[in-house]
């Protein structure tokens, strides 16, 4: 349960403009302009006037921020950004950030499930797998390659094999997908409502 995490107050981090921009899909062209108008806005003192600086996100940034990691997330490197800035602020603020490159972003209920087996029996429905799979409650963060085989594998074997802690996880947020007994539409549900408001509370949406 996240709600169980040491959550860094969003008071001690930046804005989240940076996270945020990719997020949105910008281009880099616009991202540098933007930053070249919070330059600009540090030179004549207005930087951090919340209402007009560049630094912060706007009402209508901070709206489709939401609306996209509230839905499938399927662009893997801003998915590995928003999921790495999220684990680094459910830790102590005493741990220094930890942002690996070698990462790898694992889907809990796999991508090929099978038409048997207990993946089949928790998500019979496949108009119903595809809503879930690509959101952030389905998705972990690993840090070594997974066989993918196992992978693939009924989530009791999965959880021993890809979640253990003497094999992958060295993420607070992955750890407690490991807690659970099994994986279900719910469990997925439950772990994206508290991903998206943990996300929401760190970058001022």
């Known amino acids: ?38 330059v600009s806005a540090t030179a004549n003192n207005s930087v951090l006037t919340r ?10 940034e901070r709206g489709a921020i939401r609306e996209k990691i509230s839905g499938p997330m399927k662009k893997i490197g801003v998915t590995k950004s928003l999921l790495l800035r999220l684990n680094v602020a459910v830790g102590d603020a005493s741990i220094p950030p930890y942002f690996p490159k070698e990462v790898e972003i694992e889907h809990v209920m796999p991508q090929r499930t099978g038409t048997n087996g207990s993946w089949a029996e928790h998500f019979p429905n496949e108009s119903e797998r595809e809503k879930l799979l690509h959101l952030l ?56 409502h508290e991903l998206v408001r943990h996300a929401s509370e760190i970058m001022g949406l």
């Open 1 to 38: 349960d996240l709600h169980s995490f040491p959550t860094r107050r969003s008071s001690d981090l930046e804005p989240g403009l940076c996270l945020g921009l990719q997020i949105l899909g910008y281009k880099s062209k616009t991202i540098a302009e933007r930053f070249d108008s919070v």
């Open 137 to 192: 409650g389905n998705l972990a963060l690993l840090t070594s390659k997974i066989n993918k085989a196992a992978s693939n594998a009924p989530f009791a074997a999965k959880r021993k094999k890809v979640f253990s802690l003497n094999q992958n996880n060295c993420f607070a947020l992955t750890a407690n997908i490991a807690a659970h007994s099994e994986w279900t539409p719910d469990a997925i549900l439950k772990r994206q």
């Open 51 to 60: 209402t007009t600086s560049p630094l912060y996100l706007t009402d209508s």
